[in-house]
């Protein structure tokens, strides 16, 4: 389900795998996110005693993935007795945004995962702070001891390359997709900008400078005419972590137009 691994690898060996739409069959809109999500564990040690509340382990087995089925991926990955076991992580530490995104955005649009193709900007996880922090401080040094699998992992670049531009490109027009939603603002900087010169804003708060949020605006893309619904990313709209509560305030406010229409301009 997933493409070739990259060269990176998360506590415990597991790969750091690129995680990609699946279905290409046509689709109705293409939802461009940030950077793919990991699966993570709640890692206990022999005494039974919690020793990392929520670790990432593994890649998402699907893209935007819900968090149904962490349980037996977990349950499969080697940890010697001596450093502990795995259990699955909370509910909520696996599949928020997925679920938000399903809920908050594609239903109230008439969409859903049948009917949208799903890409990231970066298609593999990347380790947040947070999680450096947790491996640093129980990972590494056990690590050496015990003789476990070193950590490979980087943080989110804040950037892409041209090539990956031409990628994301190439699964928009394999789409078929009119309507492109993007997810925060990396995907306006990274990409809108990039592929089209209608398109003149650097940043959703820009963008709502403009136009109301929410609104639906074309842009010309190689020539095909594609509406752009710029959007913040789930986790503003769940309210989940760090969050902004002024855009999950306009969110709100969007969905509740949503039940005479969707905006357009």
């Keep these: 389900m997933h493409a070739q691994p990259t060269s990176f690898s998360f506590p415990f060996g597991q790969p750091v795998l690129t995680v990609e739409q699946q279905d290409h069959s ?27 509340r929520a670790l990432a382990v593994a890649s998402e087995p699907q893209i935007f993935w819900d968090g149904s089925g962490a349980e037996e991926i977990i349950a499969g990955i080697d940890v010697p007795e001596v450093a502990g076991r795995l259990v699955a992580a909370d509910v909520g530490m696996n599949g928020p945004s997925a679920k938000a995104l399903d809920k908050k955005i594609l239903a109230p649009l008439g969409l859903n995962r049948d009917s949208t193709w799903l890409c990231d900007l970066v298609p593999h996880a990347c380790q947040n702070p947070s999680q450096a922090e947790a491996v640093e401080l129980n990972y590494t040094e056990l690590a050496t001891k015990l003789s476990l699998p070193p ?115």
């Excluded at 109705?28 to 990991?38: E, M, N, P």
């Excluded at 769940?238 to 969110?251: D, Q, R, Y």
């Design 26 to 52: 046509p689709k109705k809109a293409f939802v461009l996110g940030v950077y793919a999500s990991a699966m993570h564990a709640r890692w206990m040690n022999p005494d039974g005693t919690e020793r990392v």
């Design 151 to 265: 950590v490979n992992m980087i943080p989110y670049p804040g950037r892409i390359t041209e090539d990956r531009i031409a990628e994301i490109k190439a699964e928009l027009f394999m789409s078929q997709a009119t309507m492109l939603i993007t997810l925060g603002d990396d995907p306006i900087k990274l990409f809108l900008t990039k592929v089209s010169g209608d398109w003149k804003w650097d940043s959703l708060s820009e963008f709502a400078m403009t136009y109301p949020y929410g609104a639906q605006i074309p842009i010309n893309i190689d020539g095909r005419t594609i509406f752009v619904l710029p959007l913040v990313h789930p986790r503003q709209v769940a309210g989940l972590g760090a969050h902004n509560e002024h855009w999950k305030t306009e969110h709100q406010k969007w969905l509740d137009t949503m039940k005479t229409g969707v905006q357009s301009h």
